[in-house]
């Protein structure tokens, strides 16, 4: 009976085993026979390349037709692709010939050029007077090229476990919110909400065979019951994107289904290799909270530090620090001077402030430093890649604090409280023997980058806690589609940062010298740090929360209104007002805004304005043994 026995268990134990491999298959088949069928989608468009009439429209619109039925077969495939090898995806759909993105990765290597092809490009390019057909068939071999990547085993066997679906479905969802309702990559809007109806059936069937292979780690039914919800709201939307439901469809679907995927990404013990994940939070269960990603570290050389008294004590410096001219080479100026806390630590009064010389003016606008921590590249230009780093070169730079770093550390630790201070904190920074010009930056990042921690009544009504104004509302749906703004503005921070936020967008936008639009302005922007032709005046996007209150507006403060920030979009940048822009990324056609879409998209401005709580400056400052410095003034003079 023994006998019997263990062969009974041996035989359960390798049927259980082909059963398990079976079950995996399936799901491989699902992924190889939808690579399969794009493949075929592309040889049919090369062929069709091939034979039409590139000087007739009705050749083009054959071309145009397939192009459609190929995308339709991609987006299938997006959920895979764009978490995999995002980078190979743009040789699919990219959608600009070469871009210059730069991931967080960049931060320990220059960047570098990302070359674009396929579909997007592909269909743009049919919009040319005069198209080469070697040049058209070229941006889909590319495709079929970069196909091989997707069939190769280092994707392949990623399949073979549950832990990268999560992760995947996580990018899908955040992609859902910011990128596949907002045209930024789908050149013909026609087909924006059609391609985002066969999406979500298409990823339906990607999770039915999920959860038969992986039953143990399956979706729940509340998850299945909510996203049958979610196709059923985008089948019954009007296909015009601009008519789209933005709001509801985010708000009702997109984020509670995220926040119930971050709950499988934490029961599961889900676990990842892929750079995607870098900076996503997985305690966060919301996209419209923000620990949903961590750019940058505010606390510097305190990293280690986690002790809330301590912490506390670190901030305190910070602000003294912060509000004392101390810092600057003539005790006279103080990050306060330009960064003025109940101005959203800009400079509302001037559009760039005075150089340290008190009678020339700064280049570039003061931009707040609220929310700055949600950027990987730091300045307009993406010069640091860190806020420590842009701290230090405010205080060594000629034109704005002009200070010797010895000589500040010097004065700083002149004054008892300040030396008292830094030395109890030097010993929880074991790689430092002594007070370092980082003890002093980190302390004073650490203290200001705690005002970005706040949320907006359009967070609140993300999370539905409360109602904002339907005007606002309908200026978030303008601002997902007609407004275009989407498309280089990404929710949740609204700035340049975009899924799966490793990463910080430039933008070329034609911005002008002065508001008559005489010429561009001098501002080479990002090419003065990568120099490059699709650099030159581009900038760093920034974020649009509390823009109420940030004026003046565009890097050299050429605007004091909303309205005429808008109008410069609306116009087509400043190509669209004739200045001559040969690389701009912002479309030079005319947005067509009526006065009450403008009215519209500034409510919704308005909604994104943070509830922030600021503090009084420090009545006095610490005193030094130097009786010269104690006569700075908290805040500085200019």
């Given amino acids: 009976m023994k006998i019997f026995s263990v062969i009974a268990i041996i035989f359960l134990t390798a049927f259980c085993f082909s059963f398990s491999l079976q079950q995996k298959k399936e799901y491989n088949n699902l992924y190889s026979s939808s690579l399969g069928e794009f493949n075929n989608q592309l040889t049919l468009l090369s062929n069709t390349i091939k034979g039409a009439d590139l000087s007739h429209e009705r050749g083009r619109d054959k071309i145009r037709e397939q192009i459609k039925n190929s995308r339709l077969k991609m987006k299938g495939l997006d959920f895979w692709f764009r978490y995999f090898e995002p980078n190979v995806y743009r040789r699919i759909n990219g959608p600009l010939p070469v871009e210059w993105e730069n991931e967080v990765f960049e931060k320990f290597e220059p960047p570098y050029k990302r070359e674009g092809a396929g579909l997007t490009l592909a269909e743009q390019y049919l919009d040319e007077e005069i198209i080469n057909r070697d040049s058209l068939a070229s941006l889909i071999a590319s495709s079929v090229a970069a196909l091989e990547t997707f069939k190769a085993d280092s994707i392949t066997k990623n399949l073979d476990s549950y832990h990268h679906f999560f992760l995947a479905n996580r990018l899908f969802i955040l992609n859902l919110a910011t990128l596949y309702t907002s045209g930024f990559e789908c050149p013909d809007t026609a087909n924006i909400i059609p ?9 339906k069937e990607i999770y039915i065979t999920f959860d038969e292979t992986f039953p143990s780690t399956a979706l729940s039914k509340e998850y299945l019951s909510l996203y049958d ?36 990404i934490r029961s599961y ?16 269960n919301s996209i419209f909270d923000k620990s949903l990603y961590s750019p940058q570290n505010s606390k510097g050389i305190y990293s280690l530090i986690e002790d809330e008294k301590l912490l506390t004590e670190i901030k305190q410096m910070g602000k003294l620090l912060f509000y004392d001219p101390i ?4 005790n006279l100026r103080s990050c306060a001077s330009c960064h003025k806390p109940t101005e959203y630590f800009t400079d509302t009064t001037q559009a760039t402030a005075f150089q340290f010389d008190h009678r020339e003016h700064l280049p570039r606008n003061t931009p707040s430093l609220i929310n700055v921590t949600f950027n990987h590249l730091i300045m307009l230009d993406g010069k640091h890649i860190s806020l420590q780093d842009q701290a230090k070169d405010v205080m060594h730079n000629e034109q704005e604090m002009n200070n010797d770093q010895k000589e500040l550390i010097k004065k700083v630790v002149s004054c008892k409280e300040y030396k008292d201070a830094f030395k109890k904190f030097l010993k929880y920074t074991p790689e430092e023997k002594e007070v370092s010009l980082s003890h002093i930056v980190s302390a004073i990042t650490y203290y200001y980058a705690d005002f970005s921690n706040y949320s907006a009544p359009f967070d609140g009504a993300m999370n539905n806690k409360k109602a904002i104004p339907a005007e606002a509302v ?51 922007g990002r090419y003065n740090v990568n120099p490059a032709k699709e650099t030159l005046n581009a900038f760093r996007t920034g974020t649009i929360r509390n823009s109420a209150f940030t004026k003046p507006y565009m890097h050299n403060g050429v605007f004091q209104t909303l309205e005429q920030v808008i109008d410069l979009y609306d116009v087509g940048g400043g190509a669209g007002k004739k200045l001559t822009v040969n690389n701009q990324t912002l479309s030079s056609d005319s947005l067509r805004l009526n006065k009450t879409e403008k009215s519209e998209l500034i409510a919704f401005i308005h909604s994104l304005n943070e509830n922030i709580i600021f503090e009084n400056p420090p009545p006095e400052l610490p005193k030094s043994s130097d009786k010269k410095l104690n006569a700075r003034k908290p805040g500085g003079e200019y």
Avoid: R, W
């Fill in 327 to 330: 810092l600057s080479a003539n």
């Fill in 269 to 284: 013990s889900v676990v990842t290799k892929n750079y995607n994940d870098f900076t996503l939070n997985n305690d966060c």
């Fill in 229 to 264: 919800k979610t196709i059923d709201f985008v089948s019954k939307q009007p296909l015009q994107f601009s008519s789209f439901d933005h709001f509801g469809f985010i708000k009702d679907y997109v984020n509670p289904l995220f926040g119930i995927n971050q709950q499988f």
């Fill in 195 to 203: 391609e985002l109806q066969s999406m979500l059936k298409d990823v």
């Fill in 474 to 524: 309908k200026g978030f749906n303008l601002f997902m589609s007609k407004a275009q703004c989407a498309t280089c503005h990404f929710a949740p921070i609204f700035n340049g940062v975009k899924p799966p936020y490793i990463g910080s967008e430039f933008e070329v936008l034609g911005v002008p010298e002065d508001t008559g639009y005489k010429k561009l302005s001098a501002d080479k």
